[in-house]
C-alpha cells in the first residue's frame, strides 16, 4: 500500500470518528466534505499488520 484516500461530508460524525480512528489525517475540507489520506509511511509495521488482518 502506498495511500489510501477518502473523503466524507462535513456533518458526517461517524464516517469522520472512523477514519480518525484508522488513522487517516485530514488533508483538506472543500465544499463540505474532507478529504483524507493514509499512506503507509506514516504507520509501522506492526500497525500496518493490526489494521488489515483479514477477517475469517
Known amino acids: 500500500m502506498q495511500t489510501v484516500t477518502a473523503q466524507c461530508a462535513a ?3 461517524g464516517s469522520y470518528r472512523i477514519l480518525e480512528k484508522l488513522g ?3 488533508v483538506s ?3 463540505g466534505m474532507i478529504c483524507w489520506t493514509l499512506s ?3 504507520l509501522t509495521c506492526a500497525q500496518q499488520a493490526s489494521r488489515f488482518q483479514p477477517v475469517f
Do not use: Y
Open 40 to 42: 503507509s509511511k506514516t
Open 29 to 31: 475540507q472543500p465544499q
Open 11 to 13: 456533518d458526517n460524525r
Open 24 to 26: 487517516f489525517e485530514r
